[in-house]
C-alpha cells in the first residue's frame, strides 16, 4: 500500500533554490535513508512531509488516515511529569477504554441490571464490542510496550522527573514516546544521537520489526546498513533513489557513474569524428554528400552532460611538529567525576606511541569526563596520570564549547597563528569547505556541521602529537565522516578518542577500551574484535552462572537425599558382599569340578573311550570358561 508521494516538490528560501523537482515513495513497511551532505536540505525535506513547513511547487499525495510521527534532531522532551507518566500519556485513549471496560462491568454486576434481561444483555454486547477493540489496539500489552521501549533507551527508573534529565536524556525520551505511538510513518533526523552502543542495537533491532514505513537521515553507516532497504540521495537539490542498505548505495552510484563516463566518453569520441570527418569532407565534391549525412547525424544526435560526480569534499591531514616518547599516557587506578562525586574509579591502561585507543561504554559512564581529566580540565579523584616526554595534546571538545565567540570564521582561526599570512589562513578554511564569503560568517551562527569543520581546522593547524578527540564524527556528514577517517589513519602521532560510530571505532582504532563504574578493561583490536571478544566473555559468563545454579541446586538439594543417599549405599555395600560370596562359592564348587574332570580323564577306562574323553573335555572347558569369567568379576567387586 503506498503511503505517501512526492511529486515534482520544489522549496525556495528567498530567491534561493532549495529543492527542484523531488520524487519519492514510501510504501508499507518500507525503510528508506534520505542521505546528502550537510545543507542539502535533507532536514528542510522531512520538515515539509512533516507538515511542519511549506513548499512552493509539486505536491504531496497521502491518505488521511495514515498518520506520520517527526522527531527533529536534538528534540527534547519537556515535561513536569514523571517519565512513566509522561510515557503514559500516548495511551490515554486506551485507558479511557479500560475505564470503559471497568464501568460496564460494574453494571453487569448490579442486580437491578442482572435481572433486567434485556439491559443485561445491551451492557454485555457493548462490553464484548469494546474488549475486542481495545485488544486489538493493544490494551493488554501497553504498558509492557512501555517498559520493553525505557528498557531499550536504558530508562531504569521510570519514576523520575523529566525536568531532571539532561538534554541528551531528553532526545532519548522523546524517541521513545515517538516509537510507542507507532505512526505508520515515522521520520526520524539523526535518532542516533546521544545513543550509546548498546542502545544504537537495541534501535536497530526495533526499528528492523517496525510495523509502518521508516524516513531515516542518519550519518551512521553501520545503523543505515541494518536497518534501511532503499537510499534517496539528495545532491544539487535534485533527488535519486537506490535500492538496497547504504553500502550498496555506495557501490551502485560508483558503478553508475563509471558507466555514464564511459557512455560520455564514447559519444565525445564520437562527435569528434564526426567534426573531423565532416571538416575534411565537406568541401570535396566526392565525399560532400557523406560529409552532409554526417552533419545531419551529429545535429540529431542528444548530447550527454558530462557526469558530475562527487560534491566538492574536505581536503586535509594531520601532522606533527615532534615526536612524542614511546610512553605517552599511564593511567593508574584513577577515579573521575565531578564535584569529588565519583563518576568511575579504578581505571587503569597504558597509551604507547603510534596507538589509536576508543574509549567505549554506556552514556554517562565517565568517558569525556576521563578525556577532559587527562587534560587537565578536570582534577583527579584518586589515582595518578604519568604524562611522557615530549608530549604536545591536541583535544576535540563535541560540544564545540569553545566555539560560541562573535568572531568571523577567518579571525576565529587567524587569531590563533597570527603569524600565518591570510592567504594561507583562507587556503587552510578553504580546505575545510569555508570558501568566499563563507569565511565572513559569525562562528556563532554556524551549523553543528560548519562548526566541527572549523574545530577540526583548528585542530589540524596545532599540529599536535598527541590528539584527544570526544566524538568527533558528531555533526559530520557522511562525506566528512571518510575525509577525517582517512586523515587519523595516515595520522602519524597518537590517538584517544571517544565514539559511538561503530564503523569509524573499526577503521581507526587499534585498541578499545571498555570504561565501567567499577573499572577498565583492554581489547587489543578493533570494533569488530572487540564486539566477538564481548560475546564470548557473556557466553562463558552464561555458562558459569548456569554452572553455579546447578551447584547451587545440587547443595540445596544435598541435604534433603544425605540420608537417602546414605541409606541407598550401605544396601549397595550389602549387595556387593553378598554377591562376593555367592562368586567364590561358585569358584570353589568349579574347581572341585575341574579338578575331578581332570583326575577322570587320567583314569585307562576313560582315556581309552574316545566319546567319553569328549564329553568331560567339554565339560571340563565349559567350567574353566565360567571360572575366568567369575574371577574377573570378583576382581572388580572386591576393588
Excluded at 531515516?216 to 540521495?233: A, C, G, M, N
Excluded at 535534485?238 to 557512455?263: H, I, P, T, W
Excluded at 591531514?317 to 565531578?338: C, H, M, R
Aim: charged share 30%; hydrophobic share 35%; net charge negative.
Amino acid at each position: 500500500m503506498i503511503l505517501l508521494q512526492v511529486n515534482q516538490l520544489e522549496k525556495y528560501y528567498g530567491a534561493d533554490l532549495i529543492l527542484s523537482n523531488i520524487k519519492l515513495e514510501l510504501q508499507s513497511r518500507d525503510r528508506v535513508a534520505l542521505v546528502g551532505r550537510n545543507g542539502a536540505g535533507k532536514s528542510t525535506l522531512l520538515k515539509i512531509i512533516a507538515g511542519e513547513l511549506g513548499y512552493d511547487g509539486g505536491e504531496i499525495i497521502k491518505p488521511k488516515d495514515v498518520t506520520i510521527g517527526y522527531l527533529a534532531q536534538n528534540t527534547g522532551l519537556e515535561s513536569d511529569l514523571s517519565i512513566w507518566e509522561e510515557m503514559l500519556s500516548v495511551f490515554e485513549h486506551l485507558r479511557t477504554m479500560e475505564s470503559s471496560l471497568r464501568r460496564l462491568e460494574e453494571q453487569m454486576a448490579d442486580p437491578n441490571v442482572f435481572n433486567d434481561q434485556n439491559r443485561y444483555e445491551r451492557v454485555l454486547k457493548e462490553y464484548d464490542e469494546l474488549q475486542v477493540k481495545f485488544k486489538e489496539l493493544g490494551g493488554y500489552q501497553f504498558e509492557a510496550d512501555i517498559r520493553s521501549v525505557l528498557h531499550g533507551l536504558n530508562f531504569p527508573d521510570p519514576e523520575v522527573s523529566i525536568s531532571s534529565l539532561s538534554g541528551g536524556q531528553k532526545t532519548r525520551l522523546a524517541l521513545g514516546k515517538l516509537l510507542l505511538t507507532k505512526p505508520d510513518i515515522l521520520i526520524l533526523d539523526e535518532p542516533t544521537n546521544h545513543l550509546d552502543i548498546e542502545t544504537l542495537t537495541w534501535l536497530e533491532q526495533y526499528l528492523q520489526s517496525y510495523d509502518g514505513a521508516i524516513l531515516i537521515v542518519s550519518h551512521d553507516r553501520y545503523f543505515l546498513d541494518k536497518v534501511v532497504t532503499q537510499v534517496y540521495e539528495l545532491s544539487r537539490k535534485q533527488m535519486q533513489r537506490f535500492v538496497g542498505n547504504y553500502s550498496a548505495y555506495l557501490e551502485q552510484k560508483s558503478a553508475n557513474y563509471e558507466r555514464d563516463m564511459k557512455l560520455y566518453e564514447k559519444q565525445q569520441q564520437e562527435i569528434a569524428d564526426l567534426q573531423d570527418f565532416i571538416q575534411r569532407n565537406l568541401a570535396r565534391a566526392s565525399t560532400t554528400k557523406r560529409a552532409q549525412s554526417r552533419r545531419k547525424k551529429l545535429e540529431k544526435m542528444e548530447i550527454m552532460d558530462r557526469p558530475l560526480g562527487d560534491e566538492k569534499s574536505a581536503s586535509f591531514s594531520f601532522e606533527i611538529e615532534k615526536q612524542s616518547g614511546n610512553d605517552v599516557l599511564t593511567i593508574d587506578s584513577l577515579a573521575v567525576g565531578y564535584d569529588g562525586e565519583t563518576i568511575s574509579k579504578d581505571i587503569s591502561f597504558r597509551v604507547q606511541r603510534g596507538e589509536s585507543i576508543a574509549l567505549v561504554g554506556p552514556n554517562g559512564i565517565g568517558k569525556s569526563t576521563l578525556l577532559k581529566t587527562i587534560i587537565k580540565k578536570l582534577p583527579p579523584l584518586s589515582g595518578t596520570i604519568s604524562y611522557g616526554t615530549n608530549l604536545s595534546i591536541g583535544y576535540y571538545d563535541q560540544e564545540q564549547a569553545n566555539l560560541t565567540s562573535n568572531k568571523r570564521v577567518l579571525n576565529e582561526l587567524w587569531d590563533d597563528y597570527p603569524l600565518k599570512p591570510e592567504k594561507e589562513i583562507r587556503t587552510v578554511l578553504g580546505n575545510f569547505l569555508f570558501s568566499g564569503d563563507d569565511v565572513l560568517k559569525i562562528v556563532s551562527s554556524l551549523s553543528g556541521g560548519e562548526k566541527a569543520r572549523l574545530s577540526l581546522a583548528k585542530l589540524m593547524l596545532k599540529k599536535a602529537n598527541v590528539l584527544i578527540l570526544d566524538e568527533p564524527t558528531n555533526h559530520l556528514d557522511l562525506d566528512s565522516k571518510e575525509v577525517l577517517e582517512n586523515a587519523l589513519i595516515d595520522y602519524p602521532g597518537t590517538l584517544l578518542f571517544v565514539s559511538h560510530d561503530r564503523y569509524f571505532i573499526n577503521r581507526i582504532a587499534t585498541k578499545v577500551v571498555e570504561l565501567s563504574q567499577n573499572g577498565s578493561t583492554e581489547y587489543l583490536g578493533d570494533y569488530d574484535y572487540y564486539v566477538e571478544k564481548k560475546l564470548e566473555q557473556e557466553e562463558l559468563a552464561k555458562l558459569a552462572q548456569e554452572e553455579a545454579g546447578k551447584q547451587m541446586s545440587k547443595t540445596e538439594t544435598s541435604d534433603k537425599k544425605s540420608y537417602q543417599q546414605d541409606k541407598e549405599s550401605k544396601k549397595l555395600e550389602r549387595q556387593r558382599k553378598r554377591k562376593l560370596e555367592e562368586i567364590e562359592q561358585r569358584i570353589e564348587e568349579l574347581e572341585n569340578q575341574i579338578q575331578y574332570y581332570e583326575q577322570q580323564l587320567c583314569e585307562p577306562e576313560i582315556f581309552q573311550d574316545h566319546e567319553k574323553v569328549m564329553d568331560i573335555t567339554i565339560h571340563n572347558e565349559q567350567a574353566k570358561s565360567e571360572l575366568e569369567q567369575l574371577m574377573e568379576e570378583w576382581a572388580e567387586l572386591a576393588e
